[in-house]
């Protein structure tokens, strides 16, 4: 009698703004090493429809059940593009987790706290945000070594202003298991509101101690734990 097969999952990474999908690469090489399939999205930020085409494209190369984690903007792409049927789980890492008709920006009117590091958000003559380069270390990425913030600040994408305001449609994770990362010391999304936002959606909650927003460069072990933690509830390998 032949032993059932098992499907392995598969993650899917998406950046949030500024960023571009070289920010994953501390969790791509350990989930590489464990020999997970894994996708980090180009995440185009010129509007939500956009970013959630790039990831239905991308989750039309995997095998179900797949894995779906969104940073920052990116955790409203995953809202509204997590209903796919192959996703098994969102995971949220310091990231917007908006209920239907809400915005990045109706999440971030939450906040109780004026964000010190909104300050190096500079909007050019197109309608697109850029972070000043200067401010990129300090403002989105303190706990990150300063060369590699640098780096950061050197590939970054724009997102459209009017990206932060395209409300969402589905709403994935009241469908689909979530977990949360909370960066306990983000200048630019208040950890606070990140935690009512984890609670709202019921998420399997991790809070990273001294954290900067850009914590999955800073902690990738302890965002891969989590995205493990995940595998380990929808799924497991052979």
Not at 10 to 34: K, M, N, P, T, Y
Not at 199 to 204: F, M, S, V
């Amino acid at each position: 009698m032949g032993t059932a097969s098992i499907a392995i999952p598969s993650v899917v990474l998406l950046h949030g703004a500024f960023l571009d999908g070289s920010c994953w690469d501390g969790v791509i090489e350990r989930l590489q090493a464990l020999q997970y399939g894994v996708i980090a999205v180009q995440v185009p930020l010129g509007s939500l429809v956009e970013a959630a085409a790039a990831t239905r494209r991308a989750l039309a190369r995997t095998s179900a059940p797949v894995i779906l984690v969104g940073h920052s903007w990116s955790g409203v792409v995953i809202t509204e593009a997590g209903i796919d049927p192959k996703v098994a789980g969102l995971v949220y890492v310091a990231a917007g987790a908006p209920d239907a008709g809400e915005s990045f920006n109706d999440l971030l009117q939450l906040s109780a706290t004026a964000m010190p590091g909104v300050v190096g958000i500079q909007p050019d003559a197109d309608g697109f945000l850029w972070y000043d380069g200067g401010k990129f270390h300090a403002g989105l990425a303190a706990d990150v070594e300063e060369a590699r913030a640098w780096r950061l600040a050197a590939v970054q994408q724009p997102v459209a202003a009017q990206a932060f305001a395209d409300p969402v449609t589905n709403v994935a994770w009241r469908s689909k298991p979530s977990w949360y990362a909370i960066s306990a010391s983000d200048a630019i999304l208040e950890p606070a509101l990140q935690q009512r936002m984890a609670q709202r959606i019921d998420a399997r909650t991790v809070t990273l101690a001294g954290a900067s927003h850009c914590s999955m460069v800073s902690q990738p072990q302890a965002v891969t734990d989590l995205i493990l933690a995940a595998i380990e509830r929808v799924g497991r390998r052979e």
